[in-house]
């Protein structure tokens, strides 16, 4: 039993910070709101860097809800596009360099997204890490958990839908696929 | 309620709005506000994208807009709570908002009991025909500060 020599720690890590650093840089909106990455292997840990113009109610004062969701979203959406090119990475078949040059992968799109806000968000950096429950071909099941001060204190929650990026060819085998399975009697 | 009273509390209720940084930032300015209902209008504007490829707004941005609005609906009722926090907002996305176009989004108060405001809102580009998104949310209601 023989198993190709694993790659030096530093080729491993340069490709996967140089892929999040890709990906989280060509979002504008993830900018605006500063919003970071820190990874551990494969896991993102999102987070919000304070400033006051995120700020909702200035008598509190108290980060604003809106920016909370958006930085739920921002999570979820980056998770899910994550750990859907994760295979892609590792493989080599996903070019980094081209990433960063701007040749980026089709997002998923947002279905619907509901957000529980626990506490007021204080005026100071928040964290998110968000989980795929469930991801299919089609269809992705997201959920994020914000916190400040302490991990197991969330301030926000959510949870949230996404229809999956298709490529056109992929998308007519796909619909060939639902369409032969819907004709196929079911056995037994 | 007096017209006097009344054109005091939307002046009020529009202060208010136009003093959270966060709406500032994002360029909403209220265009609207009945008794329990509010208009905002969000700018496009490049720093809002979400995808590059297309130039399509990110679904935060449209969240937070969502979010001011429902708010600003909240505080507009004659019940006049003296301030609102959000429990709970559902965000609906029915398509890409158009790139290049403004976001206006119009919520209403729909029931307010003594502890919990429900609202419904939508918003719109300059298609009038096809809603962007819509939310439903239920909200704190403060006594006067």
């Not at chain 2, 108060?109 to 298609?127: G, I, K, L, P, S």
Request: net charge neutral.
């Amino acid at each position: 039993m023989s198993r190709p020599r694993p790659e030096p720690v530093q080729v491993v890590k340069q490709r996967r910070d140089a892929a999040l650093a890709a990906l989280v840089a060509s979002v504008p909106y993830a900018r605006f709101l500063n919003i970071t990455f820190d990874r551990r292997g494969d896991e993102l840990t999102a987070q919000l860097n304070f400033d006051e113009k995120l700020i909702g109610n200035p008598f509190l004062p108290a980060i604003h809800g809106g920016v909370t969701a958006a930085f739920l979203e921002v999570t979820a959406v980056m998770t899910l596009t994550w750990a859907n090119l994760w295979e892609r990475i590792e493989s080599g078949s996903l070019d980094v360099d081209e990433l960063a040059a701007g040749k980026l992968p089709r997002q998923p799109k947002t279905i619907d997204f509901t957000v529980d806000y626990l506490r007021s968000g204080l005026p100071r950096d928040a964290y998110a890490r968000a989980t795929v429950s469930r991801s299919g071909r089609r269809y992705a099941s997201v959920h994020v958990e914000a916190w400040q001060d302490h991990k197991d204190k969330l301030f926000a929650q959510a949870t949230g839908h996404f229809l999956m990026p298709q490529d056109a060819a992929k998308q007519k085998t796909a619909d060939q696929d639902f369409v032969a399975r819907e004709a196929t009697p079911p056995k037994g | 309620m007096t017209g006097g009273r009344m054109a005091d509390k939307k002046q009020l209720a529009r202060q208010f709005i136009e003093a959270i940084p966060h709406a500032r930032e994002l360029g909403m300015t209220l265009t609207e506000l009945g008794d329990g209902s509010a208009q905002i209008v969000m700018p496009y504007d490049e720093k809002l994208i979400g995808d590059p490829e297309t130039g399509v707004i990110h679904g935060g941005a449209v969240s937070a807009l969502m979010d001011t609005c429902c708010g600003a609906a909240v505080m507009s009722h004659p019940a006049a709570p003296g301030g609102t926090a959000t429990i709970d907002l559902r965000i609906d996305y029915m398509r890409a908002a158009t790139p290049g176009q403004s976001i206006v989004t119009r919520a209403t108060c729909h029931h307010m009991t003594r502890n919990v405001a429900f609202v419904r809102a939508v918003a719109m580009d300059d298609d009038q025909d096809n809603p962007v998104a819509t939310a439903v949310g239920a909200f704190t209601v403060e006594r006067k500060f």
